[in-house]
T-cell receptor, first 113, second 113 residues
Framework: KQEVTQIPAALSVPEGENLVLNCSFTDSAIYNLQWFRQDPGKGLTSLLL?????REQTSGRLNASLDKSSGRSTLYIAASQPGDSATYLC????????????FGTGTRLTVIP | DAGVIQSPRHEVTEMGQEVTLRCKPISGHNSLFWYRQTMMRGLELLIY????????DSGMPEDRFSAKMPNASFSTLKIQPSEPRDSAVYFC???????????FGPGTRLTVL
């Protein structure tokens, strides 16, 4: 069974700093990988989707990379803002039917003004 | 588009009562997923439907849980009878079949006393 790990579990940074969140998965046979953001008491917001054939995706200040062979993905946030404070979840879509998302436990990010 | 719609947003009930959670997926999405999120276990897939047909219900914890999707725009998750350990946030998600990207609803926070 696919296992997804996110390190660190929590991270605090001063406003303006660039930061990297890490995600690793045990089975490299994935269909795609999705990064989500979850605010306290709220649902999940999809940030970026990387197909298995892609190496990276960018949206504004966010850049996600994928190294399928090593089972790793990173989410880079440039020039962090207090509004970026949230829990960031990585989810891997397996290749069997492209239907089951395996979630990591998330990284709780706090950006200090 | 209004996104995935879930109701109710909050539900408080007593042990033994029947609970019904509702979901309206994004129009045009042909896959629908029910997840449960707890502090202990994170996000877990309960069941998913493809073209209104249940495909994988292996995540449904017990026979007390049942899910239906009578048409492309509506699904229910029912718990009967409910127990305190069912307390969690239940999310519904629907998927764009072209990019296989899942979009989540705001969730239903269930508390069983």
């Amino acid at each position: 069974k696919q296992e997804v790990t996110q390190i660190p579990a929590a991270l605090s940074v001063p406003e303006g700093e660039n930061l990297v969140l890490n995600c690793s998965f045990t089975d490299s046979a994935i269909y795609n990988l999705q990064w989500f953001r979850q605010d306290p008491g709220k649902g999940l917001t999809s940030l970026l989707l990387i197909q298995s054939s892609q190496r990276e995706q960018t949206s504004g200040r966010l850049n996600a990379s994928l190294d399928k062979s090593s089972g790793r993905s990173t989410l880079y946030i440039a020039a962090s803002q207090p509004g970026d404070s949230a829990t960031y979840l990585c989810a891997v879509n397996d290749q069997t039917g492209a239907n089951n998302l395996f979630f990591g436990t998330g990284t709780r990010l706090t950006v200090i003004p | 588009d209004a996104g995935v719609i879930q109701s109710p947003r909050h539900e408080v009930t007593e042990m033994g009562q029947e609970v019904t959670l509702r979901c309206k997926p994004i129009s045009g999405h042909n896959s629908l997923f029910w997840y449960r999120q707890t502090m202990m276990r994170g996000l877990e897939l309960l069941i998913y439907f493809n073209n209104n047909v249940p495909i994988d219900d292996s995540g449904m914890p017990e026979d007390r849980f049942s899910a239906k999707m009578p048409n492309a725009s509506f699904s229910t998750l029912k718990i009967q009878p409910s127990e305190p350990r069912d307390s969690a946030v239940y999310f519904c998600a629907s998927r764009n079949s072209i990019y296989n990207e899942q979009f989540f609803g705001p969730g239903t926070r269930l508390t069983v006393l």
